[in-house]
């Protein structure tokens, strides 16, 4: 296997976020991209610096996330990060950035707004999926390439001047759907040749080719999001992306050690001295003889647990299989808050984004 199927730099906690400028992050439906993308984004700001993150599905979930109303399409400061860093965010739709496309290239806003209202817009994007989808990843590697002081097009600034933006996070398409959205330029070869379009599509792709776009896929500790995970980093290596991290989230510790838990799974737990146990702890609600029962029950909970634990477990060598660090984070009861998005922005800097 070589360097790059591997991922760039392979060792160390650090070697998946090392040298990355766009992180992508995708990962099966609800385990949690919105939440380690908005947290990696704060994490990477935490450093001091300024970071984007962009939304492309437009659901709106970094707004829902944040307890704000609904983002317009525009780079808007969302949350002060420690250090003076601090996190954008773009809420991006296909159909705006057309019309800013439009206007960039061709300085046809009017007409594009025109187009708009004779639902043209609309039309384009949608028999052409694949218009869709560079001009939504045209708006994060833009925001890759853009340089301090300069309009949004580089050619406008020095190649030297310094980066607007010190890293961009996309919150991406689910894994089913991340290899198409990401290969843009297959997508648009049917569509143009040559010419602006094609152009644009080329620049997309050279930077989510080069080394400084890193793919992380966040999954939890079931069979289900592990096997995409699988199926999707063969995907990504397939199109000789990188893959950065694998990001376990809602890890949950368990309640026994090793040895209670072996026990628990096999069914050995002694219901007596469990019994013994409530009795002691004097749980007033257990009437006399009762706490037998009581102890049965529990037993079989714990068991329930332990076989859950023991899952988990296979299912996290497996991911280590993988090859990619894994950075976990913990499952946080209560929801997710700022405080909490703050606690997983930590986790991803003691695992290797902070550095
Ligand atoms: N570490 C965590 N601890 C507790 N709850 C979490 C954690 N991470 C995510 N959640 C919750 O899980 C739910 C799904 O998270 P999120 O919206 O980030 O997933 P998603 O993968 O973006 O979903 P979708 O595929 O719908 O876009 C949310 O309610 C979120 O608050
Ligand atoms: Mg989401």
Redesign the pocket.
């Not at 439906?29 to 380690?36: F, M, N, R, Y």
């Not at 984070?329 to 946080?332: D, E, Y």
């Given at each position: 296997m070589n360097d790059r199927e591997q991922g760039p730099r392979t060792s160390g906690p650090g070697a998946a976020f090392a040298g990355a400028r766009l992180h992508i992050v995708t990962?099966k439906?609800?385990?949690?991209?919105?939440?380690?993308a908005t947290a990696l984004a704060l994490s990477l700001a935490s450093r001091g610096g300024r970071v984007l993150l962009v939304e492309v599905?437009g659901?709106q979930?970094v707004a829902t996330?944040l307890g704000s109303p609904a983002l317009p399409y525009e780079e808007r400061e969302m949350i002060s990060a420690p250090n003076g860093g601090s996190v954008h965010v773009l809420a991006a739709d296909a159909e705006a950035a057309l019309l800013e496309y439009l206007e960039m290239f061709y300085g046809m806003r009017r007409a594009g707004q025109a187009l708009t209202r004779l639902g043209a817009v609309d039309f384009a994007t949608t028999i052409a999926p694949g218009l869709r989808d560079v001009l939504l990843t045209g708006k994060a590697t833009e925001a890759v390439r853009r340089r301090a002081g300069g309009r949004r097009r580089s050619t406008d600034t020095p190649a030297d001047a310094p980066f607007h933006y010190g890293a961009v996070v996309m919150?991406a398409p689910?894994t089913g759907r991340i290899a198409q959205f990401l290969n843009v330029n297959s997508e648009v070869a049917g569509l143009a040749r040559v010419g602006p379009i094609r152009n644009h599509a080329d620049r997309v792709m050279e930077v989510i080719r080069s080394e400084q776009t890193r793919v992380h896929f966040?999954t939890l500790l079931e069979e289900m999001p592990a096997q995409e995970t699988r199926d999707g980093i063969a995907e990504i290596r397939g199109m000789g992306l990188d893959v950065g991290a694998v990001v376990v989230?809602?890890v949950s510790p368990p309640l026994l050690d090793g040895a209670g838990l072996a026990a628990a799974a096999a069914g050995e737990l002694d219901t007596a001295e469990l019994a013994a146990g409530l009795k002691a702890a004097r749980l007033d609600t257990a009437r006399t003889g009762e706490h037998e029962a009581l102890a049965a029950d529990l037993a079989e909970e714990v068991r329930a647990h332990a076989l859950r634990h023991l899952l988990e477990e296979r299912v996290r060598g497996e991911l280590e299989g993988l090859g990619r660090p894994l950075v976990e984070?913990?499952?946080?009861e209560g929801?997710?808050d700022r405080d909490?998005l703050s606690h997983?922005a930590r986790g991803f800097a003691e695992q290797g984004a902070g550095q």
């Open positions: 990962g439906g609800g385990t949690g991209k919105t939440t380690a599905e659901r979930g996330l919150d689910p966040v989230n809602m984070l913990p499952r946080l929801g997710v909490a997983l």
